[in-house]
């Protein structure tokens, strides 16, 4: 970048900043794509006149919502609940739910505004939306959970449709979750239609929905180490969380020959020398998503050590898979995973690196860095999939899912080689995906004139 580009992006920031004053995270999405674009269209003065890059950063509308419930012990609890409406230039508003008591505006700005861009990596048709309530699903009984999401969809119905906004999930949204909000939706319009994913396959939910976030994070990682001669066969991974994608991550790699040797939640992480095999892996997912337990609990039923309050990122290893929640890897953190010789980090989670983290990272160019909105598009991508199936009103078997899956993945890729390679041959995967992502969203915004 040069000097007159990084004028024009501090003066774009500054703009940002003072319209979205108090929201961190969406000013860090924000600045993350710019740092990209701006040098990107210097020579394109299309997109400046027309105020393309300014247009994408103002959401299209934000739903926010009050959301009334009764407890178990009768007991009103108020939540907050939102949708933000990004941008629908490439197609219906498209994205996942969180219900954690960490979510506000910013929050889900920040993932709105990420999904536009992975959404259109993806190649279909889908435009960029989140939504989600400061609500804590932990240690809620079911009936609780049940009365939140009906509670949470008497009023989401209003804004959503299977071709203006199809939500699915994210952290602490599962196929439980959409089965309640489905059930309630379809309730109150009166029709079955496909206006949410990630639904359980009797009532049209897709062949690999559950899998696809986590199976792409890996099948991105083997694209990258194939561009480079290189196979995840043997090598040590690393991998956070032990949610939905977590664990689909974790057997994906097993399967393929990798050695996990950590997984975490929010209260630390374990550490396994061993290795996990499926059967520990399944014991995982029974663990968090029947028990609702935690992962400290591995170590009494498997050995290996437990970290409290820490992150994996120091144990050494050859691949990392962040796939728990935002800046959960810091500067130091990128710093440990250089020197002890990680070879590739590929994003599950939503914006997982810092700023000053990738920054350590592009500077050292011996870490191959698969971004969120690349590595963890493999579930909206059979999210997008799902559509399909319910408007071909059929369904299609695991193998042809995960041959989409695969092909589309591999597409992401390829888009990040072709607007991320520098003149040395060095591939900038952040800014090939951000360009790429860029491009269609706003030839179709061009398209459509001044709106
Ligand atoms: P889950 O709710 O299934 O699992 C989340 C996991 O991350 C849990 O292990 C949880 O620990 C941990 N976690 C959540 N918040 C924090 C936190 N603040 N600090 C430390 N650990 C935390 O969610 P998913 O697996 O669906 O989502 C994980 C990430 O992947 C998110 O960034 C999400 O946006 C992203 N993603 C998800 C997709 C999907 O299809 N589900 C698609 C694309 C991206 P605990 O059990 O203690 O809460
Ligand atoms: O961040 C994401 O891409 C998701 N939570 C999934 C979105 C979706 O619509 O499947």
Same mark, same amino acid.
């Given at each position: ?12 920031? +500054?703009?940002?900043?003072? %319209? ?34 300014? #247009? ?7 739903? /926010? ?6 407890? *178990?012990?009768?007991?009103? %609890? ?7 409406? @990004? ?6 508003? !498209? ?10 505006? /910013? ?26 309530? *400061? ?14 999401? @009906?509670?949470?969809? &008497? ?6 449709? =299977?071709?203006?906004?199809? =939500?699915?999930?994210?952290? $602490? ?12 939706? !379809?309730?109150?319009?009166? #029709?079955?239609?496909?206006?949410? &994913? ?14 696809? &976030? ?32 977590? &664990?689909?991550?974790?057997? !994906?790699?097993?399967?393929?020959? $990798? ?5 975490? *939640? ?13 059967? !520990?892996? @399944? ?10 337990? #935690? ?56 914006? =997982?690196?810092? =700023? ?6 592009? +500077? /050292?160019?011996?870490?191959?860095? +698969? ?16 559509? /399909? @199936?319910?408007?071909? %009103? ?15 993945? #591999? ?11 520098? +003149? ?28």
């Amino acid at each position: 970048m040069n000097s007159h580009q990084a004028d024009d992006l501090a003066t774009f920031m +500054a703009g940002v900043e003072r %319209r979205n004053p108090g929201e961190p995270e969406f000013l860090q999405a924000v600045h993350e794509v710019a740092m990209d674009i701006i040098p990107y269209i210097a020579d394109k003065p299309i997109f400046q006149e027309l105020k393309i890059l300014e #247009r994408m950063t103002e959401p299209d509308r934000i739903v /926010s919502f009050r959301v009334v419930w009764e407890d *178990d012990r009768g007991e009103i %609890r108020v939540n907050r609940g939102f949708r933000i409406q @990004q941008n629908n230039a490439i197609g219906p508003y !498209k994205g996942g739910i969180r219900f954690h008591p960490s979510v506000n505006q /910013s929050v889900l700005k920040f993932l709105a505004f990420e999904q536009v861009f992975k959404n259109s990596l993806t190649g279909l048709p889908m435009g960029g939306g989140k939504g989600g309530a *400061d609500f804590n699903p932990k240690e809620k009984s079911e009936r609780e959970i049940m009365r939140f999401c @009906q509670a949470f969809m &008497t009023e989401l119905y209003k804004h959503i449709g =299977p071709d203006t906004d199809v =939500p699915a999930g994210d952290i $602490g949204v599962g196929a439980r979750e959409v089965g309640y909000m489905f059930g309630q939706y !379809k309730r109150i319009v009166g #029709r079955f239609e496909g206006v949410l &994913t990630g639904k359980a396959l009797e009532f049209g939910g897709s062949r690999i929905r559950s899998e696809a &976030t986590g199976y792409g994070a890996v099948y991105m990682m083997e694209e990258m180490l194939a561009h480079h001669q290189e196979t995840i066969e043997g090598r040590i991974c690393v991998v956070s969380g032990s949610g939905n994608v977590a &664990t689909y991550c974790a057997e !994906k790699l097993i399967g393929m020959g $990798g050695k996990v040797v950590t997984m975490s *939640d929010s209260s630390g992480f374990i550490y396994d020398p061993e290795g996990l095999t499926h059967d !520990k892996l @399944q014991w995982i997912m029974e663990l968090k998503s029947k028990r609702r337990g #935690r992962i400290e609990e591995y170590v009494r039923e498997f050995g290996g050590t437990y970290h409290e309050g820490e992150r994996p990122w120091g144990v050494p290893c050859d691949l990392a898979f962040p796939c728990a929640t935002q800046n959960e890897i810091t500067a130091d953190d990128a710093r440990t995973l250089i020197d002890n010789g990680c070879r590739g980090l590929s994003e599950g989670a939503n914006m =997982p690196t810092t =700023p000053e983290a990738i920054r350590v990272i592009q +500077a /050292s160019k011996t870490l191959l860095h +698969a971004p969120g909105k690349a590595a963890n598009a493999g579930g909206v991508s059979v999210s997008g999939l799902e559509m /399909s @199936q319910n408007s071909l %009103r059929l369904q299609w078997t695991r193998a042809e899912v995960d041959q989409h899956l695969r092909r589309i993945i #591999r597409g992401v890729h390829d888009q990040c080689v072709e607007f991320g390679t520098a +003149a040395d041959g060095h591939i900038d995967y952040f800014k090939g995906a951000n360009i790429a992502g860029f491009n269609k969203v706003a030839a179709a915004m061009i398209a459509y004139g001044v709106m």
